[in-house]
């Protein structure tokens, strides 16, 4: 933990709180002398008063509401080991090794974009949001490396100060657009009115109310986008130093760089919590960039060599970056164990998935955590079937096979197993085998199988141990397991060959 | 989402890496107009959507399964014999048959020797039973 870092972040936030707050009351003065001055003598009051209202609201906006608020903005659907156990339990894992007091609630954002974020003010109320794009593209080392990363996050005490920083920023550009505005309202007025009155001190106080509103936002920016950047490099320290495997959030990292997908839910003000800028790819380092450039994190997470300790991500990062300022303060890193790299497990996704793959991915993804029935007809056809669906059997449309319904429902994965096994009971069903899904090789958001095409080939549902007889005229690239709605993908075994490896 | 035609649930059929939203009941197709440009783009086609014309039709007009908003009528096809209904943000709607006669007429253009009709071929596979497949 680094306390001293937890004990800073605290301090800023304070700090910020009470800094915007003034600010945002002198930018209130000024619009209120500006706009109304003439008339009225307590307008700047006034405008003050008004300023710290609208502060104080966005103040316990941000502190109440901001989770929900962000979270419908940004299309998330929680899951829990019932619905999406292959993330729920990836999650477990890291929050055990991070020893954080509570298990984070867990979202899969509906979106194609790979990108993940979490949100919450304390370590006992987080949340944590993947998007289905990174599910699809991602393999067990990439997304715990994510999620690791993201609960360096909570546990840096850093989504406070993001949640405080974003949502005074939101009312700093509410406050100088007003303000802009009524300047644009009020300049004709004004220069009729300046020969017969105050003159000199009605022009400074204009220029200066100008120059606040105009620079407002833009301090308000470079404040809190030149904070965030720092915070990214320590959460990867820290994912780096949970998963005891950098090249895991590494290789991540490289996919969410390359998608080309563009993140439909990311708004400018939520961007800063993404684990990469979802606004902008800048490959180069600029002032108002939220995150560190993607190839300097790379960088440093691959030149870990002698372990996965912060000491070790430290040289890398000094190495890299050639900054000399310490990353890390030295007394969080005095008791800073040695934390060897384990070995990989095995390998997720290729890297050269094409767009339109692993769109569909995404999709079926988010169909999954939707309550979509899946039916894969032994004629290769894959019937999806959305939850309003009514009938129990559903008919192929292409061989007229009839299919019985299996619902993905509430009672999911336990109940299922039972009602599977009692349904059919040629199926090999291994009970023990649920606690292991999520530690099964290779497979991340869902289970990884190579296709050989033209030969027969018998493999097993990591999740509930049902075995598949695929024939070799297998036209699929995937098959939902009829005893517990897990998603096995497959891809041609020429296509895992080109997994890049640092 | 619910068929634009007969109102029931429209359920998502995959096969060879397409996708396309069925109606059981009334067999009509729904396109997402991003997985309209994947089939043509796969096919070299895309000169199929310059055919589209708005019309003004009398056919009954039909809402959006995404939207719920009116859908435009648009020919399509060389001579413009088909009638579509299209939502311009969410995708197109198919009569039973008008997918297939649709694709048969934009790739009709663009076919060279040598080059299978991979398209139609497609839905054929989609709904021709396997037993009548002729290959
Ligand atoms: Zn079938
Ligand atoms: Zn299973
Ligand atoms: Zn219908
Ligand atoms: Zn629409």
Not at chain 1, 201 to 210: D, K, Q, T, Y
Not at chain 1, 241 to 254: D, F, I, M, N, V
Not at chain 2, 19 to 44: F, H, T
Request: with cysteine; net charge positive; aromatic share 6%.
């Amino acid at each position: 933990m680094f306390w001293s870092i937890i004990a800073a972040n605290k301090r800023k936030t304070v700090l910020l709180i009470a800094a915007m707050g003034l600010f945002l009351v002198l930018l209130g003065a000024a619009i209120g002398v500006f706009v109304a001055g003439d008339y009225h003598p307590y307008a700047g009051f006034a405008g003050a008063g008004i300023a710290a209202l609208v502060w104080a609201v966005m103040l316990l906006a941000s502190l109440y509401a901001s989770d929900s608020v962000l979270l419908s903005i940004s299309n998330a659907h929680q899951v829990d080991r019932d619905t999406y156990p292959q993330l729920y339990n990836l999650v477990e894992e890291m929050v055990i090794a991070g020893s954080l007091p509570a298990m984070p609630k867990v979202y899969v954002v509906d979106d194609p974009a790979p990108n993940a974020f979490a949100m919450g003010k304390s370590p006992k109320d987080s949340h944590i949001c993947v998007t289905a794009g990174l599910l699809a593209v991602c393999g067990r080392d990439e997304l715990q490396g994510v999620v690791a990363h993201e609960l360096g996050h909570i546990m840096n005490r850093d989504l406070l100060y993001m949640t405080v920083a974003a949502t005074m920023l939101g009312s700093m550009l509410l406050i100088s657009d007003v303000f802009l505005r009524s300047f644009r309202y009020s300049t004709m007025r004004y220069t009729s009115r300046s020969r017969r009155s105050s003159g000199k001190g009605a022009v400074v106080i204009l220029i200066v109310s100008l120059v606040l509103a105009i620079l407002a936002p833009i301090l308000a920016r470079i404040l809190y986008f030149s904070i965030s950047r720092k915070r990214e490099y320590l959460a990867d320290a820290t994912s780096a130093r949970l998963t005891r495997y950098p090249e895991g959030l590494a290789s991540a990292l490289e996919k969410i760089g390359g998608s080309t997908e563009k993140l439909v839910a990311a708004r400018s003000v939520t961007a800063p919590f993404y684990i990469v800028n979802p606004t902008k790819q800048s490959l180069h380092d600029s002032v108002f960039a939220t995150h560190p450039p993607l190839s300097a994190r790379i960088k440093v997470l691959r030149s870990m060599a002698g372990g996965a300790g912060y000491l070790d991500y430290m040289k890398a990062y000094i190495q890299v970056t050639r900054k000399r300022q310490a990353l890390i303060p030295a007394a969080d890193l005095k008791g800073a164990g040695k934390v060897e790299i384990r070995a990989a497990n095995a390998a997720g996704p290729a890297a050269g998935l094409t767009a339109a793959e692993s769109r569909r991915r995404a999709g079926d993804i988010m169909r999954a955590v939707n309550k979509f029935a899946f039916v894969t007809c032994q004629c290769g056809l894959e019937i999806k079937l959305p939850p309003e669906y009514a009938g129990d059997t559903v008919s192929c449309p292409r061989c007229k096979r009839v299919h019985s319904v299996i619902r993905p429902g509430a009672k999911a994965t336990g109940a299922v197993l039972s009602a599977s096994a009692a349904m059919n009971a040629s199926a090999a069903v291994r009970p023990e085998s649920v606690a292991q899904d999520y530690s099964g090789p290779g497979h991340a958001g869902v289970q990884q199988e190579k296709l050989n095409p033209g030969k027969w080939q018998t493999i097993t549902c990591h999740a509930c141990g049902r075995p598949y007889e695929i024939s070799p005229s297998f036209g699929s690239r995937k098959l939902v397991c009829s005893g517990c709605g897990s998603l096995i993908l497959f891809s041609p075994a020429s296509e895992a060959v080109h997994h890049k490896r640092g | 989402m619910k068929c634009p035609q007969c109102s029931d649930i429209l359920i998502t059929l995959e096969f060879d890496r397409i996708e396309i939203d069925y109606c059981p009941r009334c067999e009509g197709v729904w396109l997402d107009s991003g997985e309209l440009a994947l089939l043509l783009a796969r096919e070299g086609g895309s000169a199929l959507v310059g055919t589209f014309r708005p019309v003004s039709g009398k056919e009954r007009k039909r809402t959006c399964p995404i939207c719920s908003r009116a859908m435009k009528k648009i020919l399509a096809g060389g001579n413009g014999s088909i009638l579509l209904d299209e939502c311009p943000d969410h995708g197109l709607w198919f009569d039973r048959g008008e997918l297939k006669k649709t694709l048969a007429a934009g790739c009709s253009g663009i076919r060279e020797e040598g080059r299978e009709d991979s398209l139609t071929r497609l839905l054929d596979e989609i709904f021709v039973p396997c037993g009548e497949e002729s290959r």
